[in-house]
């Protein structure tokens, strides 16, 4: 079997699984909604159980987060490194990654406070939405860090103390500056060390995907749970939660890529935007940013993109750029705050920024539903929120997905609009 067709294959096993995931929540919410009309015995035993499946799994996604922060962010900042060392051309793209990224994380949260406050989720559904997880996962109840604390505690005297107690900032602090020291260091030892980071990745990896193999059951469970305890509440919460995380992506799309592209990248707006479609369209029909490639190289060719540039930088984007990932994921764990009524400090809010900017440099290509758990339970973790509920949206996350990889090659594309146009003086050869 030729690598296309085994990686054919593996996505539609993905989105086959993803397809029983929303039917397991649909169905787990109905059973939940009409559950109230069961005998009391019937009712609490089922809902005892679907609590407990709920649970278990829930625990199983969450006993990956921690290593898995560490061993992507190593392998992600020194395979970032690497490529910045490639020449003048990939070091530009990736500076830009890490500004474009950074920005997309402050406006994630921006964007989504000013959401939330616009169009807050009825009081009824939130209250019944909170109920329904409360046994399911506890909120943290503990003191809030002071200003003073919160930034103290960003460098870790502890480092296993840190991860033992699921203080996610200054992990990140810690596994950033030990990626970083890496790139000071000899190359074989750097390769050695770097070799067995991506391996101890790679097998968590095949433990989520293992997980999320029975994520129609476990997500049936919580779903029967909320269901049983929010009712009707529970199609209005998704319903809201799609939306507007959909519209994060949307607009730091427009307001974002496409400026980036016709005004920092200097091609005109009909030009860029006419050059969009056939990306666009492969990236709405597969949601995959690396199956938009050929159509993102087309576009770059009728752009006047110098093949030299697109050839270096598309490539380079599709497997380090997620530029719609942080406003996304950012936007995710501050809805999660609100949907539980959570009022996290400005410290907590700008740790969880920072997180989410930081886990998107160099980020690697990954399954939609690994990515979600795994780029934004941490950031939900920085903020201080539970992540019980990203086990239940995990199964609404190919409709926002979609936006996701449409604002992705939008970028990817603008990006090497913008380093074509910073590398026009230098020589070709």
């Given at each position: ?20 995931t929303?039917a ?19 009712h ?5 159980v ?27 900042v ?9 020449g ?11 500004i ?13 406070l000013?959401m ?39 460098i870790?005297?502890n480092?296993?103390?840190?991860a ?27 390769r ?52 507007l ?5 949307m ?7 496409y ?16 050059a ?7 990236a ?5 940013s ?13 752009l ?38 959570l ?19 160099g ?24 992540i ?6 995990v ?5 926002p ?5 449409l ?17 026009a003086?230098?020589p070709?050869?």
């Open positions: 079997m030729s690598e296309t067709t085994a990686a054919s294959t593996e996505k539609a096993a993905r989105n086959f699984r993803a397809y029983w929303l397991a929540l649909i169905v787990g919410l109905l059973l939940g909604l009409f559950a109230g009309a069961w005998p009391i015995a019937a609490d035993t089922s809902l005892s679907a609590s407990f499946i709920g649970a278990l799994w829930l625990n199983g996604l969450k006993m990956t987060v921690i290593p898995l922060v560490v061993t992507l962010l190593v392998t992600g020194a395979r970032s490194a690497e490529a910045a060392r490639a003048t051309i990939a070091a530009r793209s990736v500076l830009w990654i890490v474009v990224c950074t920005l997309s994380a402050i406006f994630g949260a921006i964007v989504m000013l939330t406050h616009a169009f807050p989720l009825p009081q009824a559904t939130a209250d019944g939405l909170r109920g329904a997880l409360a046994g399911i996962e506890q909120q943290p109840t503990g003191p809030l860090p002071g200003v003073a604390d919160f930034f103290k505690g960003v870790p005297p480092v296993i103390a840190a033992s107690n699921g203080d996610v900032l200054p992990l990140v602090v810690f596994a950033l500056l030990f990626a970083l020291a890496l790139t000071r260091i000899g190359e074989a030892a750097r050695t060390v770097v070799t067995l980071f991506e391996a101890i990745a790679e097998a968590l990896l095949v433990i989520i995907g293992w997980v999320l193999w029975i994520a129609p059951l476990g997500v049936f469970g919580l779903a029967f749970a909320v269901g049983s305890e929010a009712g009707g509440a529970a199609f209005a919460g998704l319903g809201h939660y799609i939306a995380v959909s519209a994060v992506g607009l730091w799309m427009i307001l974002a890529a400026p980036l592209g016709i005004i920092g990248g200097g091609r005109r707006p009909g030009a860029f935007t006419k969009m479609i056939g990306p666009q369209t492969v709405i029909s597969t949601r995959s690396l199956a938009s490639l050929p159509a993102m190289l087309t576009a770059a060719q009728s006047g993109i110098r093949p030299r540039v697109a050839d270096v930088s598309l490539p380079l984007a599709v497997a380090l750029f997620r530029s719609t990932g942080p406003a996304m994921n950012v936007a995710v764990a501050f809805y999660v705050a609100h949907w539980l009524g009022h996290p400090t400005p410290p907590q809010m700008l740790a969880a920024v920072a997180v989410g900017a930081v886990m998107s440099y980020a690697v290509s990954l399954p939609g539903e690994i990515t979600y758990i795994s780029s934004i339970a941490p950031i939900a973790m920085a903020l201080g929120v539970p019980a509920p990203l086990a239940l949206l199964a609404v996350e190919m409709v997905d979609i936006f996701r990889t604002g992705n090659v939008t970028f990817d594309v603008a990006l090497a609009a913008v380093v074509d146009r910073r590398t003086e230098l070709e050869s």
